[in-house]
């Protein structure tokens, strides 16, 4: 076979992580090895610059500004929010055929495999060669088939670190204390809350995620257990948590449930990140009905995905990787697809290419085994699956002294 001679792009798609600059700099680093590759670009705020021919030049990008970007949180090229449809993608396909661009190498989550999947049919329809390899990133945790995404593992480290400091404020000031954590359809990212809890009363005591139906009544009596039990009470709950299914099978979140006075994103969504309104309609029913005066509540918002300085190396190495090995696989291999970890012994992990198809547009949840009979917190399993990615948590110790004899 002739070898396939043209010009490349990367993107990225979907929200930024702490280490999706790790695979874009290792899929850059890796396209600018091999002669077939004339030039590499890069597109500005993902498949939108490709539409508006937006790129920038990364063979002119010198190695060492390109590693020092690796360990930068965010999105270096910028991202967004769009999800091409046929369309769309009939656009990215024309500018691939006036630029002469034969590899797309698209970095995001369920969206941006979908968009691969698209292109890729398009190139093949009109037997224009392209490789298209889908590079794997979600704080969510949710494509099908990985062991994990990266990007998670950092974001979960952030997320347990932030409970385990909520934890020691919340032992010397007790009370309850809720805390809402990224995640409309997957309970990965609230889960890892329990990822540093050491002590048998240490918190998060409750863990909500969508994986189960969210029942106020069995929340208000969970919280009543705890608080009586511990005279404190932490909750991490998903803003994905959902209490019914409307008259089309779909869940009613929560927030919908508790205020009809929603927001929703451009794309017709109930508005779950970025707002307050959950932790604060949770505080006020905990209020009100349990009559606890000491309430309190929290949106872990956007900090969760970029936070600078808390971030996973496992996951930093994984996310160079994966860009590294979807160049191979296009370049080698000659093949499209997406690029998934398997994980292996104790831990460590291996890397494969699977069809698109099978990775587009499909969403993965927790396992059960993850999820308590309750379904109130997490497992031992879970723990077990999350830590080796994460790293350990900073020293975090108590005081054991004994009580001082009152004087009569």
């Not at 190695?63 to 656009?91: F, V, W």
């Not at 104790?346 to 499909?362: H, M, R, T």
């Not at 790293?391 to 004087?407: M, T």
Request: hydrophobic share 40%; glycine share 8%.
């Amino acid at each position: 076979m002739a070898e396939l001679i043209g010009k490349a792009v990367i993107a990225q798609g979907g929200g930024p992580t702490a280490v999706i600059n790790q695979s874009l700099v290792g899929a850059a680093l890796e396209c600018r090895k091999f002669k077939q590759i004339t030039r590499v670009y890069g597109a500005r705020h993902g498949v939108s610059g490709i539409i508006k021919e937006d790129f920038v030049d990364l063979s002119q990008a010198t190695s060492h500004n390109l590693e020092q970007i690796g360990m930068t949180p965010g999105a270096a090229l910028g991202s967004t929010r769009d999800k091409p449809d046929k369309d769309y993608c009939r656009k990215i396909f024309e500018v691939f055929k006036k630029y002469d661009i034969r590899y797309f190498f698209y970095i995001g989550g369920n969206d941006s495999s979908d968009t691969c999947r698209i292109v890729n049919e398009f190139a093949n329809s009109e037997g224009y060669e392209c490789r298209c390899v889908h590079i794997p990133k979600t704080i969510d945790n949710d494509l099908v088939i990985t062991d994990h995404c990266p990007g998670f593992p950092s974001a979960a480290r952030y997320v347990g670190l932030a409970f385990a400091g909520a934890n020691l404020d919340n032992r010397a000031l007790p009370g309850v204390y809720i805390a809402v954590v990224m995640g409309r359809h997957a309970g990965f990212l609230t889960a890892a809350s329990a990822a540093f809890r050491r002590f048998p009363d240490d918190g998060p005591h409750l863990i909500y995620v969508p994986e189960r139906q969210f029942d106020t009544k069995k929340f208000l009596a969970d919280v009543d257990d705890c608080y009586k039990k511990y005279g404190r009470c932490i909750v991490a709950v998903s803003e994905g948590v959902w209490s019914g299914i409307d008259e089309k099978g779909k869940h009613i979140p929560l927030i919908v449930s508790l205020s009809k006075d929603v927001e929703k994103d451009a794309h017709g969504n109930v508005q779950l990140s970025g707002i307050g309104a959950l932790g604060d309609l949770l505080s006020d029913l905990v209020k009100n009905e349990l009559k606890i005066k000491r309430v309190r509540a929290d949106t872990l918002g956007y900090p969760q995905r970029c936070f600078l300085g808390v971030y996973s190396l496992i996951d930093a190495h994984e996310a160079r990787e994966v860009g590294e090995k979807a160049v191979q696989y296009a370049l080698w291999h000659n093949i499209d697809g997406s690029v998934v970890i398997k994980r292996v012994g104790d831990y460590a992990v291996e890397y494969d290419l699977v069809s698109l198809d099978q990775i587009a547009a499909k969403t993965k949840t927790m396992p059960d085994e993850f999820i308590n009979a309750e379904g109130n917190n997490v497992t031992d399993a879970f723990r077990h699956y999350l830590l080796p990615m994460i790293g350990p948590a900073p020293e975090a110790d108590r005081l054991f002294a004994p009580s001082a004899p009152k004087l009569d």
